[in-house]
């Protein structure tokens, strides 16, 4: 009997926390990104290398929101899941969260050549906020997990290039205002899942890519891949070229040697197969290769010391197994940025499935050798470059049965832009209401005053959306959205005027004056910037028409800006007016209980400071990399930092 491939619709039922609302203010102020080198760690570069570090990074999440109502209560919940399965493989995909492949079985073995998180519980990894662990993820965009990393994204059925079907998920991927597409298939017998990814540039101007293949694995494995140099980078930020495997006397290409969390972008050298594997002490585990185009590989690892501990219990549940991941990128390394020029697109194929050899050998070479021989006895490498070929034409195949459904923000840009892109569509149906104002804007030039008072929306700052702001009737909407995409733009002093321009005539100050604190703060005037935010608070707290999701996001997310700014200007009775005016729901919520806590210390009352940090409470949306425990612990005691409250990443934290 021929067993052909199937892709179907499924329910996964596990643990899940719930996203919760996004943060109704917009991303003003510049990235906190670990991602930076010293620019002492540039002169042993590769010229190619210094010249797409310096090209186009991340400077502003604009016009993504950041998404931090999560939190760290978990249920049951459903999921939605496709699953594509062949006779050998089945992969489980979950398209209202990024896309990820959440599972990848092999199904004469019965392996799971994943990590599989058993749980859904974000935690602040993305550019903005919401991420999650496990599986095989698509970072596009900028440096960092992808802000689609918890989105719904585009799905249906498509024919395969060997008359089967393929899975395509695609999106809009906002920061850089590009449309991808990821096609996923199992050829007839085939023990390797395919993937092929576009991305595409329609505008008359240059736009920087990035995109990363991220895929968690267990970390008790050792990582090969074609290299014996890499370069290494850690939360201290040195960029550092080292050997492959032993560094400083340890070999790093077991994840569990670590101590501190890092990443070894692994130097491939031209002309070699692009590779990279995670094997277990028999020999089993998962191979990932690609076309050349997708040149780069990566290890990254958590360490084994306390800090990488705690994270990788924080994103999972007590007694599951920790992770590594395994990566592969368009560039050398994740701090680089690619040119895709106007009116062109890059595109490539990879390949996911079990790899049986050797992990320990009489030296690194023949370990590495012994497991590409194995590769290429199981996959040929004429092989993915024929299955490349095969697919190319078929990524322009109009989508079939729509399977899930992404957002209208690519809807907006076609209906802008009037463009086609064959394979991708963007049907006027998918537009919603966030899209609603801003495509009255576009049909009539003038952007739409709120029919009912609520937290603002989102705004766009490509310079065609501020071109039609700049032109649209001067109401205090349009220049509140216009300062917003004025700020993004660089143009600091002119949105400054545009937000003053509207308060006299806004019906609703706090979002104006919410942003021109921000920019008293940006340009070190905290003092005004503390005014603005008692004002901005007070001023929503009148306006405030219910304790419903939208307006308890816009007081949580207003509050906490504003006791941060209070505090920082040393003005504890201020503070405290607003921490009392917060529901006792958003006060009991660990982010707060940590503004408590520095609030109890200006307060001068230090014993009750550290009665708070110690009650047992978690802050869901800590970022990745950040101190702000440790330091507020260092101020209260000298005692060491608890267990609990233990994340430090870097070597001089520890």
Avoid at 395 to 408: F, H, V
Avoid at 479 to 495: C, K, N, S, T, V
Avoid at 558 to 576: D, K, S, V, Y
Wanted: glycine share 8%; charged share 30%; proline share 9%.
């Amino acid at each position: 009997m021929v067993i052909v491939t199937e892709i179907r619709r499924e329910v996964i039922t596990l643990p899940a926390a719930q996203l919760g609302p996004d943060n109704p203010l917009p991303p003003l102020r510049p990235l906190d990104e670990t991602h930076r080198v010293e620019d002492r760690d540039r002169g042993d570069m590769p010229r190619d290398m210094a010249r797409q570090l310096d090209y186009e990074p991340l400077r502003s999440l604009l016009p993504v929101r950041v998404r931090d109502g999560y939190g760290r209560t978990r249920e049951p919940r459903a999921l939605k899941a496709l699953v594509i399965e062949n006779d050998r493989l089945r992969a489980t995909v979950l398209p209202g969260l990024g896309g990820r492949i959440a599972s990848l079985v092999h199904l004469p073995t019965g392996r799971e050549l994943l990590y599989r998180n058993p749980v859904f519980q974000p935690a602040n990894f993305a550019l903005n906020g919401a991420w999650y662990s496990g599986g095989i993820e698509w970072n596009i965009g900028a440096t960092g997990h992808t802000t689609l990393s918890c989105a719904p994204l585009h799905a249906a059925r498509v024919p395969a290039p060997d008359g089967g079907e393929m899975l395509r998920l695609w999106e809009w991927e906002r920061l850089r205002d590009l449309p991808f597409q990821v096609d996923l298939w199992l050829p007839e017998g085939s023990d390797f899942l395919y993937v092929g990814v576009r991305i595409r540039n329609p505008h008359e101007r240059p736009a920087p890519a990035y995109w990363w293949s991220n895929i968690a694995v267990p970390e008790d494995r050792r990582v090969l891949a074609p290299a014996e140099e890499a370069w290494q980078f850690g939360y201290e930020r040195r960029l550092r070229r080292v050997p492959v495997p032993c560094h400083d006397g340890v070999d790093r290409t077991r994840p569990l040697n670590s101590r501190y969390a890092a990443d070894y972008f692994y130097e491939v050298p031209d002309g070699r197969r692009r590779w990279i594997a995670a094997l277990d002490a028999d020999g089993h585990g998962l191979v990932q290769t690609s076309t050349d185009v997708l040149r780069g590989r990566k290890l990254f690892v958590w360490g084994s010391g306390p800090g990488g501990r705690r994270w990788q219990e924080w994103l999972t549940e007590p007694g599951t197994g920790g992770y590594c991941e395994i990566q592969a990128g368009l560039a050398r390394t994740q701090l680089e940025h690619v040119r895709l020029e106007p009116g062109s697109e890059v595109s490539w194929l990879e390949a996911y499935g079990p790899l049986d050899a050797a992990p320990e050998g009489p030296s690194w070479p023949a370990v590495v050798q012994g497991a590409e021989d194995r590769l290429a006895a199981v996959l040929p490498r004429a092989r993915v470059e024929r299955a490349y070929t095969d697919w190319l034409p078929c990524a322009d195949t109009e989508p079939g049965e729509r399977l899930a459904t992404g957002s209208g923000w690519g809807a907006l840009e076609v209906a802008r832009a009037g463009w086609k892109l064959p394979g991708t569509p963007f049907p006027e149906a998918t537009l919603g209401e966030a899209q609603t104002p801003w495509l009255e804007l576009l049909r009539t030039g003038s952007l739409p005053e709120p029919r009912r008072v609520r937290p603002p929306g989102e705004t766009l700052v490509a310079p065609h959306w501020r071109d039609m702001l700049e032109t649209a009737p001067a109401t205090p909407h349009t220049e509140y959205h216009l300062g917003i995409a004025q700020w993004h733009a660089g143009d600091r002093a002119q949105a400054v005027r545009s937000w003053e321009r509207a308060v006299p005539l806004a019906p609703s100050l706090w979002p104006l004056l919410r942003c021109l604190a921000v920019a008293d703060e940006e340009s070190g005037h905290h003092e005004r910037a503390a005014d603005r935010y008692a004002e901005a608070f007070d001023d929503l707290c009148r306006e405030r028409r219910d304790n419903g999701e939208a307006w308890t996001a816009a007081v949580a997310a207003l509050g906490r800006e504003a006791l941060g700014a209070l505090l920082r200007a040393g003005r504890a009775e201020q503070a405290r007016t607003v921490w009392e005016r917060l529901l006792p729901a958003v006060r009991r919520r660990g982010p707060f209980r940590l503004l408590e806590a520095a609030l109890l210390l200006a307060e001068g009352r230090r014993a009750d400071a550290r009665a708070v940090l110690d009650e047992e409470f978690e802050v869901a949306d800590l970022r990745e990399g950040a101190d702000v425990i440790e330091l507020l612990w260092a101020r209260l005691t000298d005692e060491p930092l608890p267990a609990r409250l233990d994340f430090r990443m870097r070597p001089d934290a520890g």
